[in-house]
């Protein structure tokens, strides 16, 4: 039984940081991509950032320059530094991952941090 643990979200002033983690546990052969999503009310679920098992990154334009997804393969954790924060990055962050059980592959989700930035 796989589980994704998200935990760093929270309420920030516009202009400020945040670091969110994300821990796997379970049966886990192998974790491959790993990234975040976030979903705004009324909004469609969005990637934002994605990293492979290799470490190349992906980031959605809007976040470049302000986000930065890291992943520690020994913790089986993936992380999200969130500098200069906006009002518009305001929403639920979703942690995912590709990992392989005994079962085979598979997608796997977190519960979702809330991040809530005022302006």
């Known amino acids: 039984h796989v589980q994704l643990v998200e935990s760093g979200g929270g309420l920030v002033q516009s202009g400020g940081s945040l670091r969110l983690s994300c821990a796997a546990s379970?049966?886990?052969?192998?974790?491959?991509?790993m990234g975040w999503y976030r979903q705004a009310p009324g909004e469609q679920r969005e990637l934002v950032a994605t990293?492979?098992?290799?470490?190349?990154?992906d980031y959605v334009d809007s976040v470049k320059s302000r986000f930065t997804i890291s992943r520690d393969n020994a913790k089986k954790t993936v992380y999200l530094q969130m500098n200069s924060l906006k009002p518009e990055d305001t929403a639920v962050y979703y942690c995912?991952?590709?990992?392989?059980?005994?079962?085979?592959?598979?997608?796997?989700w977190g519960q979702g941090t809330q991040v809530t930035v005022s302006s």
């Open positions: 379970g049966n886990i052969a192998n974790i491959y991509t």
């Open positions: 995912n991952a590709d990992i392989l059980t005994v079962n085979g592959p598979n997608d796997y």
């Open positions: 990293i492979t098992s290799a470490g190349t990154k």
